[in-house]
């Protein structure tokens, strides 16, 4: 008897073992992707919006991984401001008005806020991103992604 509960030990161990190491591995394999831009450049777009209290949850898909002080997200009402305008490069690079966005890195879900609250939509209905540099330039204008959220108003 003693020699099976050893061996149902060891065995509850090794399972135990193995399954720690799938999901070490898994969760690795998620972070593993990296900050910097693929060849065809970052890119970023909703797949989904819900109601959260007064704000809207946002799910993202990504090509990177963001982190604000490297690329990451620049969020805004789309009928308040077009791409160009929501990067400090809004003047130099596209001669446009800067306007205003809220930069973050909360991946894969996002819950909107200061410039992109509910609250400073001024009646739009129209939720955008884009994926800026550390230095929050809008590295492409033409990578952006644009829904309709009115339902969730």
């Known amino acids: 008897m003693p020699l099976n509960s050893s061996s149902q030990l060891c065995h509850g161990a090794l399972a135990l073992g193995a399954a720690a190491v799938f999901f070490v591995a898994e969760a690795v394999a998620q972070s593993a992707m990296p900050n910097a831009c693929p060849v065809d450049g970052c890119e970023v777009r909703i797949v989904s919006v819900e109601k959260n209290g007064d704000e809207l949850s946002i799910t993202y898909e990504s090509n990177f991984?963001?982190?604000?002080s490297k690329n990451?997200?620049?969020a805004?009402?789309?009928?308040?401001?077009?791409v160009e305008q929501v990067g400090r490069n809004a003047q130099s690079e596209?001669?446009?008005e800067q306007g205003r966005w809220h930069r973050h890195d909360e991946y894969p879900t996002y819950v909107t806020k200061e410039a992109?609250?509910?609250s400073a939509r001024d009646?739009?209905?129209t939720m955008c991103v884009t994926a800026?540099?550390?230095d929050h330039n809008i590295l492409d204008?033409?990578?952006y992604h644009c829904v309709d959220v009115q339902e969730h108003l």
């Open 132 to 134: 800026a540099d550390r």
């Open 72 to 74: 990451h997200f620049h």
């Open 116 to 118: 992109a609250s509910t």
């Open 94 to 96: 596209f001669d446009v």
């Open 65 to 68: 991984t963001p982190d604000v």
């Open 123 to 125: 009646g739009a209905t």
């Open 76 to 82: 805004w009402w789309g009928e308040s401001y077009n």
């Open 141 to 143: 204008a033409t990578k």
